[in-house]
């Protein structure tokens, strides 16, 4: 199985920032793409980050030009750094992989459990 656990979440002021971080770890054959989603109550869960094994990255509108995510495939991490928050950035961000547990078995998604993010006015 793997286990994606994320750090870094917290408060923050309008216009701070701060560095999500998420490491895989268990045993598993290959990570694939992975990201940031990010949910808050009564909402769907959204994407706000995508990176692939190459390095290619996708961003939601709303994120664009304000966060930046990176990966670093020896240490099986990725990052969210995420600058001039706003308050509208609050919400519990989940780490997402696609994942291989074996080279017979097909990709499966793999979530974290969740960091809080709020960003105060």
């Known amino acids: 199985q793997v286990q994606l656990v994320e750090s870094g979440g917290g408060l923050v002021q309008s216009g701070g920032s701060l560095r999500l971080a998420c490491a895989a770890s268990?045993?598993?054959?290959?990570?694939?793409?992975m990201g940031w989603y990010r949910q808050v109550p009564g909402k769907e869960r959204d994407l706000v980050a995508n990176?692939?094994?190459?390095?290619?990255?996708d961003y939601s509108d709303d994120v664009k030009s304000r966060f930046t995510i990176s990966r670093d495939n020896a240490a099986n991490t990725i990052y969210l750094q995420m600058n001039s928050l706003k308050p509208e950035d609050t919400a519990v961000y989940y780490c997402?992989?696609?994942?291989?547990?074996?080279?017979?078995?097909?990709?499966?998604?793999?979530w974290g459990t969740g960091t809080l993010v709020t960003v105060s006015s």
């Open positions: 268990g045993n598993f054959f290959r990570l694939f793409a």
């Open positions: 990176i692939s094994m190459g390095g290619i990255v």
């Open positions: 997402h992989a696609r994942v291989a547990l074996t080279n017979r078995q097909p990709i499966r998604d793999a």
